[in-house]
């Protein structure tokens, strides 16, 4: 690590700064590195996003958009992800200013937790509906691009799911320490990362698709 | 002296590379007698050849001083040679580097403009003359073999593409089957044939002969044999072609076609009298809807006009 | 293939007694040398006792030099797969005019997938990323890359998806799709059986390794710097490290993408690329390629490093024109993500648009043309050593501008039209893969061997080999341009034009001195093994070297610098050498923390080999079971927190001073000396 390092570069989650220097250059790399990592992963989905839009209109005499998608629901995902990135802005919040009240914190992140999962469950119910209208992968190239970016997000919320409950047993079991505190604003960085991807879904894919 | 033996050694090894490779290219030069496209039998072939040398001559200016400067700088600056100069430190001069920079983009201008000027020209989709009407062929790709439709006079043949001289031909071509890569060398480069799209090819034979055509993309276990014949007639010749083929060949129809699509290779040509009307848009059809339209629902005409 | 069924198709999946190599006496002697080389090497590392060794000195060790010494095995190991099967393709066209030959068709094909994939993922890429991660820290005066575990689990990724590649020699047969896999031809309707599926999961485990490398190196050169280490100050080989990690970074997804929405098409019946319902091929064209030509300077940058340290080292002389390389450098990296589409000039777009990328891809040109004059003016005036790596290097030199002829040749979209998909192009990329990523891999290889083991390697192996592989190249190439402007089309398993015999002939002939050139390679290690004695260089500066690397013992203590370098000068160690403080105690000695020893990146890569290997034969419990145990292994270790471990300032001390003495008592040679047993590794200042 480089001395010179300016303490300019603060770490909005973490409430270090000036007063605990060394730990503050330490999280400077890690949280570059997942910076770099985002990049890496909003290459897959611009990519999955470019396929999504060539095969648009490829419905080879199946579904279309109009038929399958409800404006309704998908609105509904897009709240309650919006809403799990403000709690979850909380709970960083609540790691900056308030670290000792462990139990406070813990219930940010249960909230985002559950909001995480009813929106997962939200998008199973979404995908099993459009199977019930005929909207299965395989129907047509439309469909298999529209599976696998919306599931990639999808999948990706869930492993966030996991991590966020692999985050609350550390806080429980380490507190929360230095080593704890870069991995929550990590974590923090993908989950806002995964809303910002959904509001992308939700406007090329479901409003784009039922305009 | 040791350090005269360390250079020395090396001398062979280097001699031996630039020996071989100007032995190569000298052979390259005087070409094989074959179906390359530098034996060019047509106007766009031949323009490609052309271009092939133009393109060749302006990047060896930037090649050859590699080539000549490299081994004499080394040997000239070897360790073993206390006269000559020995700069350590210097490390930049800008008339250099202006030329360094300089030359390479100089000459990429120049075969960029060369480029985008030829490219547009022998764009393979541009027809060949505005005066001469092409004759039309529809190409379908099928494992390991090519089938050649002439919707006009309503014959269609496998493996055996024959064109009249001094006629432009435009091709029109898809695949039932995987990708693959139309090619008569002599004749003009190459495009690919992709199942559910159309992709088109202009080409034209100056003179009289027999040329190799072949799918350069693999496709399989019989992909090495999936050659076929280009035959360039006279016009008389073809016209006393197409009434033999329409005489003597047999019909095109669903069943035969259903046939053709297993995977199979054709040792002779064979020729068809009648094609079914529509069995080439039917094929590039069949892959864009779901369900697929029934060969069936095709009209049993002969596609003659 | 048959069906399986019941009870044992719920365990093994698709495995069957038909997926045993007995369909062809060469398919079986093929597996029967790889089951044998396992066995054999297991047995006599438990003859030898060295398994404890083994496992904690190396495949557990975060040492990024270690990793790297690693990664180079695995690329030695592979090239020899590689090159004996690049021999078998030759000898099969050289037998095979107008006459079957002795490789039937199927196995043709599945030799030049393998061939290429090999190669690429697992020659090319682990000795680069090997070098790198063996110099590049060195370079910049760190201590280990910033993510050691990460560098590990790349490692073993990559070793994970190198070993899904022998396993399919053994079970079951290769995809015949070559190493771009083109669907539809590996969609299921085409290639039903294994092949493609062990394509897709060898090449994800290899680019999601990739991935995490380029993160790692970058992140390294970013935030480890020494101080004093500008960016203007890097090595040139640090500048290409850091360009081809960013490369990397962004050009791995997309084949990850490509090869996953592969694997969708095949396993779950999707349309992505399948000719009906939808699908449409083109969109993988853009997709692998727009991995595929990013890839190809991820390939060829680093050589360009190691060529610039070699030239600049072995003419005893400064880099010419530092920052024009440097420029020259990102201008192709960046260049190098706008001309995927001139690998398909001939899918029938618009003229203009093939235009277009025909003249982005003359432009890389313009970079790689001055990078090739700063090298001759670096040579010029300096004083010129013949070692192995410069012959290396100026070979390269010599054949890489035929191949950049070439490639402008091959930019032309008119003249694509009739050379692409021909061995015209086959002979292309080799001369840019060969003379070029190869010949710098084995030029740093030679260049950096008596860093990493404390000894030089063979002189006498080495010039031998540069000749070999310099000759064979020619003569197994040049012939191959000349067939290819006749029309011969790659990929061919028979022949028809009795004239290309004597060209196919002298091509085998190339492929035999390769070969030779391959087996001077084990020779020389294995001669330079025995007389290491006499080429100890101890002291660690072989080559009276320039950057930083050769500032510390060889082979270098664990972390690298007793304590950090101050940096002054582009040529930092030179700077030091010329000042006379190159070999000076330290006023103070610090605690050093390096990372402890874990398996845990061991168990991430067998975890991901057996799922990998599930996925293939749809051994479905298999799949699960080995991606929940890679992200369990990754949840258990967040848990440990005893992970670095500590060295004593005083014990830093007493190794610096115990080879400050051993310096003391050397005498320092001058360069006629280099390849004497009086050189132990300390130079004569001002040569």
Redesign the interface.
């Known amino acids: 690590m480089k001395p010179e390092v300016h303490v300019a570069l603060k770490h909005p989650g973490i409430n270090l700064g000036s007063s605990d220097r060394k730990t503050d250059v330490a999280a400077e790399s890690p949280v570059f590195g997942f910076w770099v990592f985002l990049m890496s992963d909003a290459v897959i989905f611009a990519l999955l996003f470019a396929v999504y839009g060539v095969m648009m209109h490829a419905v ?3 579904p279309t958009p109009h038929d399958l998608f409800e404006i309704k629901s998908s609105f509904l995902e897009t709240l309650i992800l919006l809403t799990s990135s403000f709690t979850f802005g909380m709970a960083s919040l609540t790691m900056k200013y308030s670290a000792d009240n462990r139990r406070r914190l813990l219930g940010w992140f249960a909230l985002t937790l559950i909001l995480g999962v009813v929106f997962l469950a939200f998008e199973l119910h979404d995908f099993s509906s459009m199977a019930a209208k005929g909207g299965v992968p395989q129907r ?1 190239g439309f469909l298999s691009a529209f599976f696998a970016l919306v599931s990639t997000h999808g999948l990706h919320v869930a492993s966030g799911s996991i991590w966020l409950v692999v985050m609350m047993v550390q806080v429980v079991v380490f507190g929360v320490d230095p080593v704890v505190k870069t991995r929550i604003m990590r974590l923090g960085l993908f989950w806002h990362f995964l809303d910002i991807i959904w509001v992308g879904i939700f406007s090329v894919v479901y409003l784009q698709g039922l305009i | 002296m ?2 005269d033996r ?2 020395l ?2 001398l ?3 001699l ?3 020996g ?2 100007v032995l ?2 000298a ?2 030069g005087c ?8 034996n060019p039998v047509g106007p766009t ?1 031949e ?2 050849r052309q ?2 040398f133009e ?2 001559a302006l ?2 200016i ?2 050859v001083p ?2 000549v ?3 004499w ?2 040997w000239r ?3 073993g040679n206390k006269q ?10 800008w008339p ?2 202006i ?3 300089g ?3 100089l000459i ?1 201008i120049a ?2 403009l ?3 000027n ?3 020209r ?5 027809p060949l003359s505005a005066a001469l009407p092409p004759v039309e062929i529809q190409v379908v790709g099928l494992d390991w073999k090519w089938l050649f439709i002439y919707p006009r006079q309503g014959i269609a043949t496998l493996n055996e593409l024959v064109i009249p001289v001094g006629r432009p031909v435009h091709l029109t071509l898809t695949s039932d ?3 693959q ?1 139309f ?1 008569v ?1 002599n004749l ?5 044939a ?4 159309k ?2 090819l202009n080409l034209q034979a100056d003179r009289a002969g027999e040329f ?1 055509g ?12 999936q ?1 076929f014949r280009t035959r360039a007639v006279s016009e008389q010749d073809f016209s006393r072609w197409l009434e033999h083929v329409q005489e003597t060949g047999k019909r095109l129809d669903c069943d035969q076609y259903a046939g053709l699509m297993k995977q199979t290779l054709v040792p002779k040509p064979v020729h068809y009298a009648r094609a079914e009307a529509g069995l080439f848009e039917w094929v590039v059809k ?7 339209p029934a060969c069936q629902s095709l009209t049993g005409e002969s596609a003659r006009d | 293939m048959t069906e399986t069924t019941g009870l044992w198709h719920l365990l093994m999946g698709n495995l069957s007694y038909d997926a045993l190599p007995f369909y062809s006496p060469i398919a079986t002697v093929g597996a029967s040398i790889v089951v044998l080389g396992a066995l054999g090497t297991a047995v006599l590392i438990t003859w030898l006792g060295k398994w404890k060794y083994l496992w904690s000195e190396w495949l557990t060790s975060l040492d990024h030099k270690r990793i790297g010494i690693m990664y180079i095995v695995l690329a030695l190991l592979m090239l020899s797969r590689g090159v004996i099967e690049a021999v078998m393709m030759r000898t099969q066209q050289a037998l095979a005019i107008q006459s079957p030959g002795y490789l039937p ?2 196995h043709f ?1 599945q030799l030049f997938s393998t061939h290429g994939t090999i190669m690429i993922f697992f020659v090319a890429m682990p000795f680069l990323t090997g070098l790198i991660n063996f110099v590049m820290p060195q370079q910049i005066g760190a201590r280990d890359v910033r993510f050691p575990l990460l560098n590990a689990i790349s490692l073993w990724l990559t070793v994970a998806g190198a070993a899904l590649v022998m396993v399919s020699l053994v079970l079951g047969k290769f995809s ?3 190493w771009s896999g ?4 590996t969609e299921s309707a ?1 290639q039903p059986g294994v092949g493609p599926d062990y394509w897709i999961w060898v090449l994800t485990l290899s680019s999601i390794g990739s991935t995490l490398t380029g993160l790692n190196f970058a992140v390294t050169i970013y935030k480890e710097r020494a101080p004093g280490m500008r960016f203007f100050r890097l090595p040139l080989f640090t500048w290409t490290a850091l360009c081809t990690s960013i490369l990397m970074i962004f050009a791995m997804p997309p084949l990850t993408v490509a090869t996953a929405l592969l694997a969708l098409d095949r396993y779950l019946d999707m349309h992505f690329f399948t ?3 939808g699908g ?3 969109n993988y064209a853009n997709l692998f390629w727009l991995f595929g030509h990013p890839e190809v300077y991820i390939l060829i940058l680093p050589a360009f490093g190691v060529f610039s340290s070699v030239f600049s080292t072995f ?8 920052k ?1 390389l440097v420029y020259a450098t990102m201008a192709i990296a960046v260049l190098s993500f706008t001309v995927w589409l001139h690998h ?1 000039f ?3 777009q ?3 648009i ?2 277009a990328f ?2 982005a891809t ?2 890389i ?2 970079p790689t ?2 990078k ?3 090298w ?2 670096t ?8 070692s192995v790596s410069l ?1 290396y290097s ?2 390269f ?3 890489f ?2 191949g ?2 070439t490639g ?2 091959l ?8 050379v ?3 061995v015209f192009l086959v002979a292309h990329f080799h001369n840019m893969l060969i003379p070029g990523m190869l010949f710098g891999m084995l030029a740093g290889y030679q260049f950096w061997f008596p860093k990493a083991f404390g000894f030089r390697l063979d002189e006498t192996w080495g ?1 031998i080999g ?2 070999c592989w ?2 064979g190249f ?2 197994a190439f ?2 191959l ?3 290819g ?3 011969m ?9 009795p ?2 015999a004597p060209y196919l002939l ?1 091509a085998e002939l190339g492929g035999l001195i390769i070969l030779a050139g391959l087996f001077s390679l084990f020779v020389q290690l294995w001669v330079s093994i025995r007389r290491r004695d006499h080429n100890r260089v101890p002291v660690g500066d072989p080559w009276d070297g320039r950057s930083l690397e050769w500032a510390n013992p060889a082979p270098p203590p664990e972390y690298n610098f007793f304590t950090l370098p101050q940096v002054e000068d582009r040529d930092a160690f030179t700077w030091m050498k010329e000042r006379g403080v190159a070999y000076l105690p330290a006023q103070h000695y610090e605690d050093i923390e390096m990372p402890r020893n874990s398996a845990t990146a061991v168990a991430i890569g067998v975890a991901a080999l057996l799922s990998a290997f599930g996925l293939v034969w749809h051994i479905w419990w298999m799949a699960v079971v080995g991606l929940g145990a890679a992200w369990a292994a990754v949840i258990v270790r967040s848990f440990v927190r005893d992970t670095m471990r500590t060295i004593p300032a005083s014990e830093v001390e007493q190794a610096h001073r115990g080879w400050l003495r051993e310096i003391a008592a050397t005498r320092a040679v001058s ?3 280099e ?2 047993a009086g050189n132990v590794g300390l130079a004569e200042s001002a040569s």
Request: proline share 6%.
């Open positions: 080879a005499g199946g047509s | 040791v350090r360390i250079s050694r090396s062979p090894q280097l031996c590379v630039i071989g490779l190569v290219l052979s390259a070409a094989l007698q074959g179906n390359g496209f530098l072939a323009a490609e271009l092939f393109v060749t990047t060896l930037v090649v590699v080539l400067l490299t081994p700088i080394v600056y070897r360790r000559s100069a020995y700069r350590p430190k210097w490390e930049f001069s250099l580097e030329l360094a920079w030359v390479p983009v990429v075969l960029g060369l480029l985008w030829r490219t547009l022998l764009d393979p989709y541009r089957t995987v990708m890569s090619m060398p003009a480069g190459q495009v690919y992709m199942a559910a799209m992709s088109q190799l072949e799918n350069t993309q693999y496709n399989g276990k019989g992909f090495q044999k050659k069949k892959y864009q809807t779901e369900p697929s | 068709p199927d094909g015949t799709g070559g083109y669907p539809p031809y085409y000719n009906a319902l449409n091929m083109m003419s005893a002389k400064r880099l010419y024109g530092y024009s398909f001939t899918m029938g618009s003229p203009s093939n235009a025909g003249i003359m432009l040109g313009i043309g001055v090739i004059y700063d001759m003016l040579l010029y005036r300096g004083r010129v050593r013949f012959l100026l070979m030199m010599l054949l501008v035929i950049g002829l402008i040749l930019a032309t979209p008119p003249v694509d039209f009739v692409h998909n021909t010039r540069a000749a310099g000759l020619v003569l040049m012939p341009y000349v067939t402007l006749e029309g089309p790659r990929r061919s398993q028979e022949i028809f034009q004239q290309f002298l360069r006629d000396e390849m004497s």
